[in-house]
């Protein structure tokens, strides 16, 4: 992805910050612009180098499972990753190391699974989970 910022916009001399400081605003709003643009450009470097991953779901979210003929929910407890080569960074690549954990309702089923098995066998929504569930039903003749 290309920057949003420049590298030099850490620097609190930069010509990016007299231009902020030019802006006819109140001094709350233009220290507002200067924390976004720095909190911007840290997410920026962290991404250069490999320590920012996106992962399509959260701790707490609910995904759904197809695994004993219905959607079954379970909710995500954590993530844990595989090692990743910083020689060879690709978002796509990492996202296949991701491992899920989850658990259902009651504590009595946890599991995991890759993030590359989102949309295989493990959905995020319930409509695309029972949608998976009737093509494998199709495919058996039932």
Known sequence: MERLTREDWKNSNSMMWKKVD???CNDMVKKAIKDVLKKM???EDLEQQGKLLKLPCAVGDII???DF????GYEVTGFSFG??????WEEEKALDKVVVYYT???GSITGTFAVSEIGKSVFLIKEE?????????RGKGT
Do not use: V
């Open 64 to 66: 759904w499972d197809i």
């Open 22 to 24: 030019d802006l006819e």
């Open 41 to 43: 450009a840290e997410y």
């Open 104 to 106: 259902n309702s009651n």
């Open 69 to 72: 003929g219905r959607p079954c």
């Open 129 to 137: 989970a029972e949608a998976a569930l009737k093509e494998l039903e």
């Open 83 to 88: 090692s990743l080569n910083d020689d060879d």
